[in-house]
């Protein structure tokens, strides 16, 4: 059984009368990379910064490797490393000069720092530009060398904050390829996300976190499974056949604007015919329908909260 090194417990928070958190619940397993999923306002980042002791929760508990992240904080401290949404470097020096100051103020020798900045520059396929002022970078590049910067003390748990906001599709998969490298090497990496394909190709779990509260935790593959094997979607040529569908299972992702519903199946030929009996009975108000295998995106529609008008779900 893998050992956990992050463990969350009731976890609230308020800003006056707005309630950020309120009871959250997960683990993280020492090794894995963990994602905590949900739009944006959910929660997300407000979890990270309890987590990483930049803000103190409300109630509840919250450990990394058993230390309390309130009364233990100092210790916390040395065993995590945080990379934000916004690069923290300083654009004035090249790359180099960047980690090995960050080597200098995590107690490194000069030497060790040189080291361990030429390592690290190598690492992430920064080395030929190491010598260059970071303010000529891309925006992959800074965010690639703000997690080296982060890794300099060779933290046992690595959070990243939304890592790849901003970045155009090509850095994205660059970043991603940084992360699974990460993976590959024994680190934690506890990440943020909104994006629902980021959290399918790099998590090993996900808790998907919507209002400040875990609607749903498990591997990608567990997740999808909670809204069916598969999802059988109907098209309808009018909102009152639409409206009278969505009241009809409990199981639904449906987009009003398109008049579309989602419903969970088994895939059998009986099932998919008992559905189409069931919303249409007359055979008069499917335009059309088809089989999909069920996705991220699914389950996150079916369990977060939706805006007003355009998808809803029912779970």
Request: glycine share 10%; proline share 3%.
């Amino acid at each position: 059984m893998t050992d956990t090194i992050c463990e969350v417990r009731g976890l609230r928070k308020a800003y006056g009368s707005l309630e950020v958190l309120t009871g959250v619940d997960f683990s993280v397993g020492a090794g894995e990379v963990f994602a905590l999923l949900g739009p944006n306002g959910a929660g997300k980042t407000t979890t990270v910064r309890i987590l990483s002791t930049l803000t103190q929760p409300d109630g509840g508990t919250a450990t990394i490797a058993g230390l309390d992240v309130v009364k233990d904080r100092k210790s916390v401290h040395r065993i995590i490393s945080l990379t934000g949404q916004y690069a923290a470097l300083d654009g004035m020096q090249t790359g180099e000069e960047n980690l090995r100051m960050m080597g200098r103020l995590t107690g490194l020798s000069r030497a060790a720092a040189r080291e361990r900045a030429h390592e690290l520059l190598t690492l992430f396929d920064l080395a030929e530009a190491g010598r260059r002022r970071v303010v000529t970078y891309s925006g992959g590049m800074r965010r690639r060398l703000d997690i080296a910067a982060s890794l300099v003390g060779q933290p046992a748990l690595i959070f990243l904050d939304e890592p790849t906001t901003g970045l155009d599709p090509r850095s994205r998969k660059t970043m991603w390829d940084t992360i699974t490298a990460l993976a590959a090497d024994g680190v934690t990496v506890l990440l943020t996300t909104q994006y629902l394909e980021e959290a399918d190709m790099l998590a090993d779990r996900i808790a998907l976190i919507d209002h400040g509260r875990i609607v749903a935790n498990g591997t990608p593959a567990e997740l999808k499974r909670l809204v069916g094997q598969e999802r059988l979607d109907v098209r309808f040529g009018e909102a009152e056949a639409f409206t009278r569908a969505t009241s009809l299972h409990s199981h639904v992702i449906a987009n009003r604007e398109a008049l579309t519903v989602g419903f969970a199946t088994d895939g059998t030929a009986r099932h998919i015919r008992e559905l189409l009996g069931t919303v249409d009975p007359l055979g008069t108000d499917i335009e059309t329908f088809s089989l999909h295998q069920p996705t991220l995106d699914d389950a996150f529609l079916a369990l977060t909260g939706q805006p007003k008008g355009k998808e809803t779900a029912h779970v």
